[in-house]
């Protein structure tokens, strides 16, 4: 267990020096996106081309971060993900990773997907979330 919370904190440190030239501010939707975090219901409604997202806070260097998925990429898939950093970064900096992650999605074809949320700290999940696309 802890080689592999290890391994992901190396892939995480990767994400971020990839990241780290190109996003600082805020992610902004466009018009017609739903925000599939903020649902109060667990299930949604989308039409084929419509996109949709979800953020998850993370901080790598504390160990908090989240994972997103679909369950089926022929009805729901994702198409890209947008990381805001609170603090510019700056190359040798450490710490200061703290930043919102926006994972974007489109409704490729009808069907039915699960997005499925984890919130994870330290490689255990402390929080998990469901929803229901239905595209039509």
Do not use: C, W
Request: hydrophobic share 40%.
């Amino acid at each position: 267990m802890k080689v592999k919370f290890f391994l992901l904190q190396i892939l995480f440190l990767a994400s971020i020096a990839l990241y780290a030239q190109d996003e600082t501010k805020p992610f902004k939707p466009s018009k017609g996106m739903k925000n599939l975090s903020s649902l109060k219901k667990k299930r949604i409604e989308l039409k084929v081309g419509q996109k949709a997202y979800v953020q998850y806070k993370q901080h790598g260097s504390v160990g908090i971060y989240g994972e997103v998925s679909s369950s089926d990429e022929a009805v729901l898939k994702k198409v890209d993900t947008h990381t805001a950093f609170k603090n510019k970064q700056e190359p040798g900096m450490t710490g200061a990773d703290e930043s919102v992650v926006t994972v974007i999605f489109e409704a490729v074809g009808k069907g039915k997907s699960q997005v499925k949320i984890s919130n994870m700290f330290r490689g255990q999940t402390e929080k998990e979330a469901e929803i229901s696309v239905i595209v039509k």
